[in-house]
């Protein structure tokens, strides 16, 4: 039963997100990508705080060594990302182009991977960065995943939906510079989508390894919190700081607050059964 959950959440994560990623991106979809922003940080930060943490934390584990590894996997991302800001600086002789969508940055889940999203200069070095960037980052989901629904079944479930919402903008950025290198969207979306898969795959491997190493599920979730705090934090977040009307700041609020009350509704939906 674990098992199964695990691959349908993986899929539905993995390659519902670029599917959800591409109708956003078509036409008058695209209006709605900063709300998108909002409801991936609110997700991810209600079940790194309201569900992954806690459950990390009512295990034998010790609570200093849980904080340590909070702060140090906030650590270890922040350095990926200057480490991939530095390197794309130096392989595009750009001295300033890192700001907004403009940056490529790298993310990890569980271990480290990187993930790049180079959202326009650049596009001619090719797709296979991105496809690589995108199935590393896949495979780190779908242990993530894993791990969550091994510890607890409403836990996966709000995990998947978490990494769901949070892979939709990334996504989006992967099909415009896919669609570039490739010259059509059909051939993009496959890509991405084929990228997507590796997330059942990750499942799998995390399915085979939580049950031999139970022990360590603690220490994965809290790798994983550090992972979608940081997320939200530094990369979704400051995105979405700039000056604003009062109406479109009280719908960005809204939708970030709707990203927490998603993840506590299906967590208690999901509790229930």
Known sequence: MTLIAILLGTVAAGVGSVWLAAALG?????????????????????TAFMHLLPEAFESQAGAHELFSLLLGGLVFFFLLDKAELWHHGHEHHHGGGHHGHGHAHAH?????????????????????????????HAFGDGILIASAFVADLRLGVVTALAVLAHEVPHHMGDLVVLQQTSGTR????????????????????????????????????????????????????????????????????AWLLAGIALVTLVSGMAHGH
């Not at 979809?29 to 997700?43: I, K, N, V």
């Not at 480290?112 to 960037?133: E, M, P």
């Not at 990750?202 to 790798?223: C, M, R, T």
């Open 26 to 46: 078509m036409g008058v979809l695209a209006r709605f990508t900063q709300h998108m922003l909002s409801l991936a940080a609110g997700a991810l930060l209600a």
């Open 186 to 253: 059909r051939a993009a979306l496959v890509k991405v989508s084929l990228a997507g898969t590796v997330t059942a795959l990750g499942g799998l491997v995390g399915y085979a390894l939580l049950g031999q190493l139970e022990d360590w599920l603690p220490y994965f979730l809290v790798a994983a919190s550090s992972s979608f705090v940081y997320v939200a934090l530094a990369d979704l977040i400051p995105q979405l700081q700039k000056r604003l009307g009062l109406r479109a700041t009280v719908a960005q609020i």
């Open 108 to 136: 990890g889940h569980d271990h480290a991977h990187g993930h790049n999203h180079d959202h326009g200069h650049g596009a001619r070095s090719g797709g296979w960065t991105v496809l690589a960037g995108d199935s590393v």
